[in-house]
């Protein structure tokens, strides 16, 4: 994995000689060289190790998923914000297994530096919001809730949420 600014730095390497070679009238060459500076902005944008810890997570490896994640050195330095977001999203998912403490930090700082996706910004506030049901955070967690269905547009999380007010109404 290649730190941001290099990732940018390497694109517009390759984009100027992507310049030179159509200038040279070498158009094939000049046609692959923007080919991989699509690569790279791409990569500046998702990054590839998060990209791989979801696929792990599919599995519900969760130790595949952690693994892969501690393999980014320096997040803040190596990651754009939303990956940061994702970042904590899905260490939150890990840790909503063992230690609810741990993925309350994670999917408050998710939500804080923000997702890309609407589904996925609601699965992290109706996670917190039964994580602060289990601690018998009532308000907190219809706040949340409230929240969560305002961001999920096409119904896909409607019977969890179904589920999470059943129990709240427990409570």
């Given at each position: 994995?290649?730190p941001?600014?290099?990732?940018?730095?390497?694109a517009v390497l390759?984009?100027?000689?992507a310049?030179y070679?159509?200038?040279?009238?070498?158009?094939?060459n000049?046609?692959m060289?923007?080919?991989?500076?699509?690569?790279?902005?791409?990569?500046?944008?998702?990054?590839?190790?998060?990209f791989l810890?979801?696929?792990?997570?599919?599995?519900?490896?969760f130790?595949?998923?952690e693994?892969?994640?501690?393999?980014?050195p320096?997040?803040?330095?190596?990651?754009?914000?939303?990956?940061?977001?994702?970042?904590n999203?899905?260490f939150?998912?890990?840790?909503?297994?063992?230690?609810?403490?741990?993925?309350?930090?994670?999917?408050?700082?998710?939500?804080?530096?923000?997702?890309?996706?609407?589904?996925?910004?609601?699965m992290?506030?109706?996670?917190?919001?039964?994580?602060?049901?289990?601690?018998?955070r009532?308000?907190?967690?219809?706040?949340?809730?409230?929240?969560?269905?305002?961001?999920?547009?096409?119904?896909?999380?409607k019977s969890?949420?179904?589920?999470?007010q059943?129990?709240?109404?427990r409570?």
């Open positions: 994995m290649f941001k600014f290099l990732k940018l730095f390497l390759t984009f100027g000689f310049i070679q159509f200038v040279d009238d070498y158009i094939g000049g046609i060289m923007v080919i991989i500076t699509g690569f790279l902005i791409l990569s500046y944008f998702k990054n590839e190790i998060i810890a979801f696929l792990r997570l599919r599995k519900q490896d130790v595949g998923t693994r892969w994640l501690m393999r980014i320096n997040v803040e330095r190596n990651l754009v914000r939303k990956q940061q977001g994702y970042y999203y899905l939150g998912i890990i840790h909503s297994q063992k230690n609810l403490t741990q993925a309350e930090k994670f999917f408050k700082t998710a939500i804080k530096l923000g997702l890309s996706m609407n589904h996925d910004l609601a992290a506030k109706m996670s917190l919001a039964g994580i602060y049901l289990q601690k018998r009532k308000r907190e967690a219809q706040q949340l809730l409230n929240e969560a269905k305002r961001h999920d547009k096409h119904g896909m999380l969890q949420m179904k589920i999470i059943q129990q709240m109404k409570i």
